[in-house]
């Protein structure tokens, strides 16, 4: 009997019960590595820089990022009497939401088969494959620059302003690179949806049946360019470290969250390394053939998550923080002229090699 | 169902797009104008056009809300405060339910013929959104696309001419 795809229209009740135990795992799992990676984070940098990060909390500090949360939850909340309250207050959710919401498309593994009352069900690992899938996430990701400037507008103050205006100049430029960079991907996989682009990419390398059959067609081989930019255009959207300006401590206090207290604060936080595991996981699915990989379905995508949260932070502890205007120039000079001709370059190949 | 979300969605747009004339300062009045296009993206999903509305959020709520919440930012309006009233909600009430009954006039004029075109439901389902409107734009319509593209560039080079100093 051939298995069928569990839906709506066969199996109300199953398809509810699979959505939502999909959604609060992908959901837990999500909060977790965030709430981990700051240690990660701590201790990495730490050891980078011949120190011990968090030691006094539990085992090796591993209690560290609940005892942060306890503590940020008991501060007291304030609202400057200045600010525009309804938007002070929606700012740091606006800036998580998107984050949270682009999770929804990224298939974290294979099939899942199983049966039930005698029909066999196909459970995609995916919360829901959206025909647009890409064009979602790039839309979320354009969202996302509210939090920010909302945040720097509605605190009234001097340094916020600065973040704000700083954050959304950034944002724009950096949107439109990482935007064109993956334009490369559709060109190659003829699909937008993410879980069409996973298969694409298991198929064997360029083509080529000569090559051994366990190296797959994974993008990043045929386009290594297009890689490096959405990377360093993904690391300049989330404002990591060596793209920061909108928070520079040196400069502007703390940018666009210096009038944000309590768990409006650890909300931005959060939003930061929610923002870290997304594009991780974006970047994986687009370029690293997603939960393709020699183990089991979603090792494969976590650990490849994990990779790339590793080397951000490894990024964070190496570069200094960039000036604002050879940003601007990286952004507008360097990476759209370099994402353009890739486009160009790929076409008239894919033009070609049909 | 479907038609609960309409009516929910609906409603939303109209309140939110009600308020951003009433909201006294002018980031609340960009903040639900974001609110209006996003329930319109919603709209667009419900009549099976997953494409517009991607589109829809990422060019209007994504771009352009940005670059208009950016001008507040830059002349500093954060903080200006409207006056409570004017004369002109009283005008602009009065022409939006001129146009409202107007709407329903031409609305209600005819009969529904029952015809149906190319582009069904079906046809969406089987090919999808993207495809359809990519093939529509780069066969059919191929002339009147360029004819916009020059348009933009011709837009962009100005803005480059016009706030280019002397070197």
Same mark, same amino acid.
């Given at each position: 009997m051939t298995p069928e795809v569990l839906s709506l229209s066969n199996a109300p009740a199953l398809w509810a019960a699979a959505m939502l135990v999909k959604i609060i795992v992908a959901f837990s799992v999500l909060m977790g590595i965030v709430a981990y990676a700051t240690w990660v984070e701590r201790k990495v940098i730490g050891r980078m820089q011949s120190r011990f990060g968090p %030691? +006094?909390?539990g085992y090796k500090g591993l209690l560290q990022p609940i005892a942060d949360g306890i503590k940020l939850f008991f501060k007291e909340d304030i609202i400057p009497n200045e600010a525009s309250k309804f938007a002070f207050v929606v700012a740091p959710m606006m800036i998580l939401a998107p984050a949270l919401i682009a +999770?929804?498309?990224?298939?974290?593994?294979g099939d899942y088969q199983f049966t039930f009352g005698g029909v066999t069900y196909l459970v995609p690992m995916q919360i829901t494959d959206l025909n647009i899938g890409v064009l979602f996430i790039l839309a979320m990701a354009g969202l996302g620059v509210y939090g920010i400037v909302l945040a720097g507008l509605a605190s009234n103050s001097k340094y916020s302003l600065l973040g704000g205006i700083r954050a959304s100049a950034q944002m724009i430029s950096y949107e439109l690179a990482a935007g064109l960079s993956i334009v490369v991907i559709f060109m190659l /996989?003829?699909?937008? /949806?993410l879980s069409g682009i996973v298969a694409a990419q298991q198929e064997v390398l360029w083509g080529? %049946?000569?090559?051994? /059959? =366990?190296?797959?067609? =994974?993008?990043i081989f045929s386009q290594p360019l297009a890689f490096g930019l959405f990377v360093i255009a993904s690391m300049a959207e989330i404002n990591?470290?060596?793209?920061?300006l909108p928070e520079a401590e040196t400069e502007?206090? /703390?940018?666009?969250?210096?009038e944000y207290s309590s768990m409006k604060y650890a909300l931005f936080f959060m939003a930061e390394y929610a923002n870290m595991v997304t594009i991780s996981a974006i970047a994986a699915t687009l370029f690293?053939?997603? =939960?393709?990989?020699?183990?089991?379905g979603w090792i494969n995508f976590l650990i490849k998550v994990f990779g790339f949260m590793f080397f951000f932070i490894w990024v964070r502890a190496t570069f200094p923080r960039l000036r604002y205007d050879q940003l601007m120039q990286m952004g507008w000079k360097v990476m759209i002229p370099l994402a353009l001709g890739n486009i160009v370059v790929t076409a008239v190949a894919v033009l070609l090699w049909n | 169902m479907l038609s609960i979300l309409f009516y929910l969605f609906a409603t939303v747009a109209i309140f939110s797009a009600f308020y951003v004339t009433k909201a006294r300062s002018p980031v609340n009045s960009a903040l639900c104008l974001v609110t209006t296009f996003i329930c319109f993206a919603v709209l667009y999903i419900m009549l099976d056009a997953p494409f517009m509305a991607a589109i829809q959020i990422m060019v209007y709520a994504g771009a352009i809300m940005v670059l208009i919440i950016f001008v507040i930012m830059l002349l500093n309006l954060g903080t200006a405060i409207k006056k409570r009233y004017t004369h002109a909600l009283v005008w602009g009430g009065g022409v939006s339910v001129l146009m409202l009954f107007i709407t329903n006039v031409f609305i209600r004029r005819g009969e529904m013929s029952g015809k149906v075109g190319d582009v069904t439901t079906q046809t969406i389902h089987n090919y999808g959104h993207t495809e359809l409107i990519g093939k529509a734009m780069f066969t059919e319509f191929l002339l009147p696309f360029e004819i916009a593209s020059i348009l933009l560039l011709v837009a962009i080079v100005g803005a480059v001419i016009l706030s280019k100093r002397e070197v």
């Open positions: %030691t +006094m909390t +999770m929804a498309v990224i298939p974290f593994g /996989s003829e699909t937008l /949806s080529i %049946t000569a090559l051994p /059959s =366990w190296i797959h067609n =994974w993008y990591r470290t060596p793209f920061d502007l206090v /703390s940018g666009f969250c210096t690293l053939g997603g =939960w393709d990989g020699p183990f089991f | -």
